[in-house]
């Protein structure tokens, strides 16, 4: 499970990383960005507490 949820945080920010620089999303590429980080933060957090 930890490492689906990395996967998918690397997978989010890439897509915000095009994003920013494309300009053709808008909002949703900051939405994307922040389910990333906070799936970033719940896996780091797991990873501690093993």
């Given at each position: 499970?930890?490492?689906?949820?990395?996967?998918?945080?690397?997978?989010?920010i890439?897509?915000?990383?095009?994003?920013?620089?494309?300009?053709s999303?808008?909002?949703?590429?900051?939405?994307?960005?922040?389910?990333?980080?906070?799936?970033?933060?719940?896996?780091?957090?797991?990873g501690?507490?093993?």
């Open positions: 499970m930890g490492n689906l949820l990395y996967t998918i945080a690397v997978i989010l890439i897509c915000w990383a095009i994003g920013v620089f494309a300009y999303v808008g909002g949703l590429i900051h939405i994307l960005l922040v389910i990333a980080l906070i799936a970033i933060i719940f896996r780091l957090i797991q501690r507490s093993i």
